[in-house]
Every structure is written in C-alpha cells, then in structure tokens.
C-alpha cells in the first residue's frame, strides 16, 4: 500500500530500469478523479492488459470505449517497446476486482481464485498497462515489447519496494470474465518464442529485481564448460606422454 507515482517518479523510475518512453500530451493531469469524486490510491499493485486492438494509442488516452472514458490505462505499450505515459492518476482499466485476490497481491501471496461475492474497484488501487496486441492467440508480442513490458512492471515495484508478487493480469483479478492478457512472444532474454503467462511475467519481472535497475538480460547462450576427462582418458593420455618421452630420450642416447 502506497501513494501513487508522481510524474517526475514516474519519468525516474522508468528511465533508471531502462525503459524507452514518450509523454502524452496532458498526460500529468488526464484521469477520472475529479469525473468520479475518487482518488487515485493507495495503491496495492500492477494491472496487466492487453488492448485486443491495434494503433490503440488514441483509444487508451482520448476516446475511450463505448461507455468507458479514457485514460483506459497509466501506460499504453505498443509493438514498437516505446512506451507511452497515458496518466498518473485514476484510469479506467480494472473494474471490479475481487476482493480475495486484492488482498492476495497486496500481500504479495499466491493469487486465489476469484470470489464474485466481494468485489472491489481495481480502478482506485492499480496502476494498469495496455499492450498493443489483438488477444487472438496468434498476434505475437515483439520482443522489444516483452522485454519493455518486464521492466515497466519492475520499475513500479522497485519504487514502492514491492516484489514481482505485487503483479497481476486483468485474468487473475475480473470477475467479470476478461481474458487479458494472452498471446504468443517473440523471445526474450536467450529465450526464444513463447506462449505469454502471468507465471512467466512474474518470473522475469522478479529475476529483473535481483539485479539493479541498470541489469540487462543476457541475449547470448553462454556455451556450457568443456566436459572433465574420465580417469581412463587421463591415464590415456599419460600413457601417451610417457611412451613420446621414452622415444624421444632413447632417440638421443642412440646419437
């Protein structure tokens, strides 16, 4: 639980864990807190979507959705890694939530299964992201993206001292049946394609966290150490020295 991000927090803690990023224009003022009498915080933890759309840049921070003004996130994250700061205060992107897997994350524990019998707004206490992909199980998330993903999740739980347990996909927390986020991955890391899992996420955003901020992935395979020679081949091989050895010396006292 922590008060939200300002925008100079926000510019440095991105910046440090080395995410690319562009503002938005208004971005420091556009939210839904004075439209809905709420405020933004405190905060428990980190909303993962996806946008089930493409160039979804102007929907995420002007248009909105049918029934849902924008901001529709704090950040949007397109193909391209380059993240955009959409908003640093209330968005509307999580909707109900359920109250047991609130708890959950804040607690940084294992995410339960929803209860729909209490509900929470995820909007008053989750930052949230929308990454630019159609959700149709084919559309691939490049790996400029992943990787701009896993460091944009980082760089918040850094901030407030959270580990990667503070993260969530919208999946894990609606009760309203979402689905997001899904889809193939490029690659990352030494890794190559792969299906996308909040499991996953987690785990590459907490490896991020054993590093500072300034860690990179590796992106080559190192190769494994040459195997140790068994007993037999060193006796072998000793063998062969010796009798070279003898050959030579018996070779110089024939001179």
Not at 34 to 46: E, Q
Not at 208 to 217: G, I, N
Not at 245 to 255: F, V
């Amino acid at each position: 639980m922590s008060d939200p991000m300002t925008p100079a927090q926000w510019r440095a803690a991105l910046k440090a864990e080395g995410v690319r990023f562009t503002e938005h224009d208004g971005w420091t003022t556009s939210g839904r807190d004075a439209a809905t009498g709420k405020v933004f915080g405190p905060v428990h933890g980190v909303l993962n979507h996806h946008t089930a759309g493409s160039n979804s840049l102007r929907a995420v921070a002007v248009d909105g959705a049918p029934s849902l003004p924008a901001p529709l996130a704090h950040t949007f994250l397109p193909k391209s890694g380059i993240a955009v700061l959409v908003s640093c205060h209330r968005a509307n992107h999580a909707g109900l939530a359920a109250a047991n897997v609130i708890a959950a994350l804040t607690a940084e524990k294992t995410l339960p299964k929803q209860d729909k019998s209490s509900t929470v707004d995820g909007n008053d206490c989750l930052y949230g992201v929308e990454t630019e992909n159609l959700g149709n199980g084919t559309d691939t998330y490049t790996r400029a993206q992943y990787d701009a993903w896993v460091r944009w999740n980082a760089a918040i739980c850094r901030h407030h001292a959270w580990g990667a347990g503070s993260v969530a996909g919208h999946l894990e927390t609606s009760v309203e049946g979402k689905i997001d986020p899904k889809g193939p991955v490029e690659g990352y890391g030494t890794r190559g394609r792969f299906v996308f899992s909040m499991g996953q996420l987690r785990a590459d955003v907490a490896e991020r966290l054993k590093h500072p901020a300034s860690w990179s992935p590796p992106t080559t395979t190192t190769p494994p150490p040459a195997p140790k020679p068994t007993t037999e081949e060193r006796l072998s091989a000793l063998e062969t020295t010796v009798t070279a050895q003898g050959k030579r010396i018996a070779a110089l006292e024939s001179k």
